[in-house]
């Protein structure tokens, strides 16, 4: 039993590495954690607008998961963003990659 109780720990470890790994490599390039050269807003500034509308986590990762599948002027919750930077470009990744990446978003303090 302990056994498996250090497995599964394990195993929860590397998949929350997995996502953040997604992160860091799609999304972060535009997304930083800081102010400088800014092409978009901040993955702070992110975070704080849709755990605002969204304080659940299911709803949190359901709605950012679906805009960056196809981002979107109308469904937009941050129109300020938009026009500074214009339209975030569509990425064309699947749904469940956009979902895990919601999740460890949701999940993880930026600081
Ligand atoms: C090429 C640059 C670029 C990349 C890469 C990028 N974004 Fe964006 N994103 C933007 C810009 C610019 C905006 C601000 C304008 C807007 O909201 O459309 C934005 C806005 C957003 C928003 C706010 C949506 C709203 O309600 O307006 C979310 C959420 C988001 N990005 C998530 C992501 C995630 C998750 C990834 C990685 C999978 C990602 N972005 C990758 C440029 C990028």
Known sequence: M???????TLLN????????????????????????????????????????????????????????YRPNEEKSIMQKAIQEYKLMPELGYDIDTLEQIAEFIYEKEFM
């Open 2 to 8: 302990k056994q498996i109780l250090i497995i599964l």
């Open 13 to 68: 470890a590397l998949y929350a590495d997995y996502k953040e790994l997604l992160f860091n490599g799609n999304c972060i390039t535009c997304h930083r954690t800081d102010e400088l050269n800014k092409s978009a807003p901040t993955i702070i500034e992110i975070r704080k607008r849709y755990i605002e509308v969204f304080p659940k986590k299911e709803e949190f990762v359901k709605h950012l998961s679906q805009w960056v």
